[in-house]
């Protein structure tokens, strides 16, 4: 008895803050609203604008990019990417960034000349890089320790499947899939015909032209606060601004944002939704920066394990520390099994630079962070039963439903190039229709 009356209230409310938010909010009326200026999202704004439908984008930063991190030295003006480096040499590419005027060249292979030194203490082990075989793609739900150790001939690549799998948590815990999804065949392939770089080895470049491109297209800095209307007739979205309360209407909504739960809330999930998104696990990754390290210039190294399986290093860990194109500034990357705050991130950075000085390849002075970013939550994953279950069958159906589309990582794999296809090719077909 007491539920319909509150119902009603809350309808009332509802009803009341609309007519009222019509009235004093600004409201932006568009084809279709997309949550999230990352790889997935900016492409999507773009391909979409360029086939006549009018977009909004909302980005919660106040740039663009998602993952790309540059930092550009203050004096010399020299670009260092330190997130997104790397893509694929394929036509969607170079077609996009044709599209957005960024100049790109295919480069040579990257990462050579690394030392190898134990992921824990920093301590020099006995470990050369083999060549990779071929390997064989299957029994994809097994945990990919149990498929190294049925697949001899391919246990020597691992350490280089590793390489390219940095955030993907546990590695030989997750399921096989995940590990092929970031290392398919276009990198086995890319790693002997090479991949796309931006030319002036600024990534940021990409956000930059789409930024200007897109104009007043692209709301930054802003977030969806709630949902006033999600249906298959259309969405209204309250979103907060820089400069204020905003009302989106749009005909569709397509979200790129990482589908966990707590990201979600202000999208009046309903039970199936709810459901399904609460099931994704997170990895974390984090990168920065770091200067006064005490490391002689072009000191490189890469973590793995002394004692371990196909010495795989055991997470957390420091990936790697690797020279930039910047004096006396190392690439430092952090991966672990879950979410970790980032002062503890921090200090493990920190006290890894330690390790390296106390073992005697740097002089003992103060490191200090020049960049340090969080790329958590990073791999999104289900384990393997709910993928035999369905799970993905599921989520895929979610295309469409209640006036929704989806793409980004958690849809398909970590990789900018593979996304943009994915994305070309699976979600914007129905936003186009
Ligand atoms: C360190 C690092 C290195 C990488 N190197 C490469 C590489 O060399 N080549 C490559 O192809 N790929 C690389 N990747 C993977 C690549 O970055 C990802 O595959 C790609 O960025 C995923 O795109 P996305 O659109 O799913 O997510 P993202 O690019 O992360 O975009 C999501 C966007 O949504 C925004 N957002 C989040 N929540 C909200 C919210 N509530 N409201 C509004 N906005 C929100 C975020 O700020 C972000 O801009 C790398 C990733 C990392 C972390």
Do not use: C
Not at 95 to 106: E, G, H, K, T
Not at 245 to 262: H, M, S, T
């Amino acid at each position: 008895m007491f539920q319909p009356a509150l119902r009603t209230l809350a309808i009332l409310g509802l009803l009341a803050y609309t007519s009222f938010a019509h009235r004093d909010e600004e409201v932006i009326t568009r084809d279709i609203a997309i949550i999230g200026g990352g790889a997935s999202g900016t492409f999507s704004a773009v391909r979409l604008r360029d086939q006549g439908k009018s977009v909004i984008l909302i980005e919660k930063e106040s740039i663009l990019g998602g993952h790309t991190n540059t930092y550009q030295d203050p004096v010399t003006k020299v670009p260092v990417d330190y997130g997104v480096e790397v893509f694929h040499a394929q036509q969607i590419v170079k077609d996009y960034l044709d599209r957005l005027n960024v100049s790109w060249v295919v480069a040579p292979n990257f990462g050579v000349g690394s030392i190898y030194l134990d992921g824990q203490t920093a301590q020099p082990i006995n470990y050369t890089s083999p060549d990779l075989p071929v390997a064989r793609w299957q029994e994809l739900l097994q945990p990919f320790g149990d498929f190294l150790a049925k697949h001899p001939d391919i246990n020597n690549a691992s350490l280089t499947i590793f390489r390219f799998g940095q955030g993907l948590g546990d590695f030989l815990v997750q399921p096989t899939l995940y590990v092929f999804k970031n290392f398919g065949l276009e990198i086995v392939q890319a790693l002997s015909t090479g991949f796309l770089a931006v030319t002036s080895q600024n990534n940021y470049e990409i956000y930059d032209h789409a930024t200007k491109l897109l104009g007043s297209d692209v709301l930054l800095s802003s977030t969806v606060i709630s949902t006033l209307h999600r249906e298959d007739n259309g969405v209204t979205l309250v979103v907060q601004t820089p400069s204020g309360r905003r009302i989106v209407k749009a005909k569709k909504l397509l979200i790129a944002i990482p589908q966990k739960l707590e990201n979600l809330r202000a999208f009046d999930l309903d039970h199936h939704e709810a459901g399904l998104f609460g099931q994704f696990k997170n990895t974390g990754y984090w990168t920065s920066l770091v200067t006064n390290t005490g490391l002689p210039a072009g000191f490189n190294t890469i973590s793995v394990g002394a004692d371990t399986p196909y010495n795989l290093p055991n997470v957390p860990l420091v990936y790697a520390v690797v020279p930039t194109a910047i004096d006396g500034i190392f690439d430092i990357k952090y991966g672990s099994q879950s979410s970790l705050p980032d002062d503890h991130v921090r200090r493990e950075i920190l006290s890894y630079v330690k390790k390296l000085q106390d073992n005697g390849f740097a002089e003992k002075v103060e490191p200090e962070f020049v960049r340090f970013n969080s790329h958590t939550p990073f791999e999104l994953t289900v384990s393997p039963e709910k993928i035999r279950g369905g799970f993905y069958k599921q989520l895929y159906g979610l295309q469409g439903y209640r006036g929704t589309w989806y793409t980004g990582a958690a849809f398909h794999t970590q990789d900018s190039s593979l996304l943009w296809n994915f994305t070309e090719s699976h979600v914007l077909p129905g936003l186009l229709k």
